[in-house]
Antibody, heavy 120, light 106 residues
Protein backbone atom coordinates (compact mmCIF):
# COMPACT_ATOMS: atom_id res chain seq x y z
CA UNK A 1 0.00 0.00 0.00
CA UNK A 2 1.44 3.35 -1.04
CA UNK A 3 1.99 5.81 1.78
CA UNK A 4 3.17 9.41 1.71
CA UNK A 5 4.34 11.29 4.79
CA UNK A 6 5.15 15.00 5.00
CA UNK A 7 7.79 16.36 7.37
CA UNK A 8 9.10 19.80 8.14
CA UNK A 9 8.76 22.76 10.48
CA UNK A 10 5.35 23.75 11.76
CA UNK A 11 6.29 27.40 12.23
CA UNK A 12 8.21 29.61 9.85
CA UNK A 13 8.92 33.34 9.98
CA UNK A 14 7.71 35.81 7.35
CA UNK A 15 10.14 36.38 4.46
CA UNK A 16 11.84 33.04 5.13
CA UNK A 17 11.81 29.88 3.00
CA UNK A 18 9.65 26.87 3.81
CA UNK A 19 11.18 23.45 3.24
CA UNK A 20 9.03 20.33 3.38
CA UNK A 21 9.88 16.74 2.54
CA UNK A 22 7.58 13.91 1.48
CA UNK A 23 8.76 10.37 2.16
CA UNK A 24 7.15 7.74 -0.03
CA UNK A 25 6.83 4.09 0.99
CA UNK A 26 5.23 1.18 -0.80
CA UNK A 27 6.18 2.59 -4.19
CA UNK A 28 8.99 4.32 -6.04
CA UNK A 29 9.11 7.98 -7.05
CA UNK A 30 11.29 6.80 -9.94
CA UNK A 31 8.26 5.17 -11.54
CA UNK A 32 7.65 6.38 -15.08
CA UNK A 33 3.90 6.25 -14.53
CA UNK A 34 3.38 8.82 -11.82
CA UNK A 35 3.93 12.43 -10.89
CA UNK A 36 4.59 13.67 -7.38
CA UNK A 37 3.32 16.98 -6.16
CA UNK A 38 2.20 19.37 -3.46
CA UNK A 39 -1.23 20.82 -2.69
CA UNK A 40 -2.08 23.24 0.08
CA UNK A 41 -5.19 24.23 1.99
CA UNK A 42 -5.46 27.35 4.15
CA UNK A 43 -7.34 26.65 7.40
CA UNK A 44 -11.07 26.40 6.68
CA UNK A 45 -10.59 27.07 2.98
CA UNK A 46 -10.25 25.26 -0.33
CA UNK A 47 -7.43 23.46 -2.10
CA UNK A 48 -4.65 24.90 -4.26
CA UNK A 49 -2.30 22.82 -6.43
CA UNK A 50 1.25 24.13 -5.92
CA UNK A 51 3.11 22.00 -8.42
CA UNK A 52 4.41 18.58 -9.33
CA UNK A 53 7.42 16.76 -10.69
CA UNK A 54 8.20 13.75 -12.84
CA UNK A 55 10.93 11.23 -12.06
CA UNK A 56 13.03 12.68 -14.89
CA UNK A 57 13.23 15.94 -12.99
CA UNK A 58 10.73 17.86 -15.10
CA UNK A 59 8.68 20.19 -12.94
CA UNK A 60 5.33 21.94 -13.31
CA UNK A 61 4.44 24.91 -11.14
CA UNK A 62 1.30 26.89 -10.46
CA UNK A 63 1.76 30.12 -12.45
CA UNK A 64 0.68 32.16 -9.43
CA UNK A 65 3.47 30.67 -7.29
CA UNK A 66 6.08 29.85 -9.89
CA UNK A 67 8.56 32.54 -8.88
CA UNK A 68 8.69 31.22 -5.30
CA UNK A 69 8.43 27.42 -5.71
CA UNK A 70 10.98 24.66 -6.21
CA UNK A 71 10.12 20.96 -6.18
CA UNK A 72 12.93 18.43 -6.30
CA UNK A 73 13.59 14.77 -5.55
CA UNK A 74 16.11 12.58 -3.79
CA UNK A 75 15.56 9.23 -5.46
CA UNK A 76 18.10 7.50 -3.22
CA UNK A 77 15.84 8.22 -0.26
CA UNK A 78 12.57 7.92 -2.20
CA UNK A 79 11.70 11.46 -1.14
CA UNK A 80 10.65 14.64 -2.85
CA UNK A 81 10.70 18.14 -1.47
CA UNK A 82 9.03 21.53 -1.63
CA UNK A 83 10.70 24.88 -1.13
CA UNK A 84 8.54 28.00 -0.98
CA UNK A 85 10.31 31.31 -0.54
CA UNK A 86 9.39 34.82 0.59
CA UNK A 87 6.69 33.58 2.92
CA UNK A 88 3.81 35.70 4.16
CA UNK A 89 0.90 34.97 6.47
CA UNK A 90 -1.12 34.06 3.37
CA UNK A 91 1.05 30.97 2.98
CA UNK A 92 -0.23 29.55 6.27
CA UNK A 93 -1.83 26.27 5.21
CA UNK A 94 -1.95 22.54 5.57
CA UNK A 95 0.49 21.24 2.98
CA UNK A 96 -0.18 17.85 1.38
CA UNK A 97 2.12 15.77 -0.74
CA UNK A 98 0.39 13.64 -3.33
CA UNK A 99 0.60 11.33 -6.33
CA UNK A 100 -1.07 11.82 -9.67
CA UNK A 101 -0.71 10.22 -13.09
CA UNK A 102 -0.02 13.43 -14.91
CA UNK A 103 1.15 17.01 -14.41
CA UNK A 104 -2.52 17.95 -14.64
CA UNK A 105 -4.50 15.01 -13.34
CA UNK A 106 -6.55 13.72 -10.47
CA UNK A 107 -4.82 12.74 -7.22
CA UNK A 108 -5.15 9.13 -6.14
CA UNK A 109 -2.90 9.16 -3.08
CA UNK A 110 -2.45 11.91 -0.49
CA UNK A 111 -0.23 12.34 2.52
CA UNK A 112 -1.91 13.15 5.81
CA UNK A 113 -0.89 16.80 5.57
CA UNK A 114 1.19 19.06 7.76
CA UNK A 115 0.16 22.46 9.09
CA UNK A 116 2.62 25.25 8.45
CA UNK A 117 2.06 28.57 10.17
CA UNK A 118 3.86 31.69 8.99
CA UNK A 119 4.28 34.03 11.92
CA UNK A 120 6.96 36.02 13.67
CA UNK B 1 -7.38 29.90 -15.14
CA UNK B 2 -10.48 27.74 -15.05
CA UNK B 3 -12.76 28.68 -12.17
CA UNK B 4 -14.79 25.89 -10.59
CA UNK B 5 -17.99 26.86 -8.79
CA UNK B 6 -19.79 24.42 -6.53
CA UNK B 7 -23.36 24.63 -5.33
CA UNK B 8 -24.82 24.71 -2.84
CA UNK B 9 -22.23 25.82 -0.31
CA UNK B 10 -24.04 23.77 2.35
CA UNK B 11 -26.50 20.94 1.80
CA UNK B 12 -28.62 19.52 4.61
CA UNK B 13 -29.93 16.01 3.96
CA UNK B 14 -31.31 13.24 6.16
CA UNK B 15 -29.61 9.83 6.33
CA UNK B 16 -31.04 7.45 3.75
CA UNK B 17 -31.99 10.25 1.38
CA UNK B 18 -30.34 11.24 -1.89
CA UNK B 19 -27.85 14.10 -2.13
CA UNK B 20 -27.07 15.95 -5.35
CA UNK B 21 -24.04 18.24 -5.52
CA UNK B 22 -23.22 20.46 -8.48
CA UNK B 23 -20.01 21.76 -9.99
CA UNK B 24 -19.69 24.22 -12.85
CA UNK B 25 -16.56 25.08 -14.83
CA UNK B 26 -15.93 28.53 -16.32
CA UNK B 27 -15.02 26.84 -19.60
CA UNK B 28 -15.23 23.33 -20.94
CA UNK B 29 -13.09 20.74 -19.18
CA UNK B 30 -14.56 17.88 -21.23
CA UNK B 31 -14.63 14.90 -18.84
CA UNK B 32 -11.46 15.88 -17.01
CA UNK B 33 -13.15 16.24 -13.65
CA UNK B 34 -12.69 14.54 -10.28
CA UNK B 35 -14.61 14.56 -7.02
CA UNK B 36 -13.08 14.24 -3.55
CA UNK B 37 -14.47 13.76 -0.06
CA UNK B 38 -12.77 15.41 2.90
CA UNK B 39 -13.53 14.80 6.56
CA UNK B 40 -12.24 17.06 9.36
CA UNK B 41 -8.54 16.64 10.01
CA UNK B 42 -8.10 14.28 7.06
CA UNK B 43 -6.71 14.53 3.56
CA UNK B 44 -9.17 14.49 0.67
CA UNK B 45 -10.12 11.07 -0.71
CA UNK B 46 -10.64 10.48 -4.41
CA UNK B 47 -14.20 9.39 -5.20
CA UNK B 48 -14.69 9.93 -8.93
CA UNK B 49 -12.43 10.67 -11.89
CA UNK B 50 -13.13 11.11 -15.56
CA UNK B 51 -16.41 12.70 -14.42
CA UNK B 52 -18.08 9.33 -13.86
CA UNK B 53 -15.57 6.58 -12.99
CA UNK B 54 -15.55 5.49 -9.38
CA UNK B 55 -12.13 5.19 -7.79
CA UNK B 56 -11.00 1.92 -6.29
CA UNK B 57 -13.02 0.92 -3.24
CA UNK B 58 -15.66 3.64 -3.58
CA UNK B 59 -19.20 2.37 -2.90
CA UNK B 60 -21.70 2.22 -5.74
CA UNK B 61 -23.96 4.76 -4.00
CA UNK B 62 -21.55 7.44 -5.25
CA UNK B 63 -22.02 8.37 -8.90
CA UNK B 64 -20.79 11.19 -11.09
CA UNK B 65 -22.19 12.60 -14.29
CA UNK B 66 -21.77 15.48 -16.70
CA UNK B 67 -19.30 16.80 -19.22
CA UNK B 68 -18.18 20.13 -20.59
CA UNK B 69 -19.04 22.69 -17.94
CA UNK B 70 -21.76 21.07 -15.81
CA UNK B 71 -21.15 18.17 -13.43
CA UNK B 72 -23.05 16.38 -10.70
CA UNK B 73 -22.10 14.11 -7.82
CA UNK B 74 -24.98 12.01 -6.53
CA UNK B 75 -25.00 10.00 -3.33
CA UNK B 76 -27.99 7.73 -3.62
CA UNK B 77 -28.68 6.82 0.00
CA UNK B 78 -26.71 8.79 2.55
CA UNK B 79 -24.86 6.90 5.22
CA UNK B 80 -23.57 8.53 8.42
CA UNK B 81 -20.00 8.37 7.15
CA UNK B 82 -20.89 10.39 4.04
CA UNK B 83 -21.35 13.68 5.85
CA UNK B 84 -18.26 15.64 4.89
CA UNK B 85 -17.03 18.35 2.54
CA UNK B 86 -16.92 17.50 -1.17
CA UNK B 87 -14.65 19.15 -3.72
CA UNK B 88 -14.62 19.00 -7.49
CA UNK B 89 -11.37 19.44 -9.41
CA UNK B 90 -10.75 19.98 -13.10
CA UNK B 91 -7.57 18.73 -14.71
CA UNK B 92 -8.07 19.78 -18.31
CA UNK B 93 -5.75 22.73 -17.81
CA UNK B 94 -3.70 23.67 -14.76
CA UNK B 95 -5.60 21.90 -11.95
CA UNK B 96 -8.11 23.92 -10.00
CA UNK B 97 -10.62 23.02 -7.31
CA UNK B 98 -14.08 24.21 -6.40
CA UNK B 99 -14.61 25.88 -3.05
CA UNK B 100 -16.41 22.84 -1.65
CA UNK B 101 -19.90 21.77 -0.61
CA UNK B 102 -20.45 20.86 3.01
CA UNK B 103 -22.90 17.98 3.32
CA UNK B 104 -24.46 18.06 6.74
CA UNK B 105 -27.02 15.99 8.60
CA UNK B 106 -30.54 17.39 8.51
Amino acid sequence: QLQLQESGPGLVKPSETLSLTCTVSGGSISSSTYYWGWIRQPPGKGLEWIGSMYYSGTTYYNPSLKSRVTISADTSKNQFSLKLSSLTAADTSVYYCARSNGPSAFIDYWGQGTLVTVSS
Amino acid sequence: EIVMTQSPVTLSVSPGERATLSCRASQSVYSNLAWYQQKPGQAPRLLIYGASTRATGIPARFSGSGSGTEFTLTISSLQSEDFAVYYCQQYNNWPSFGQGTKLEIK
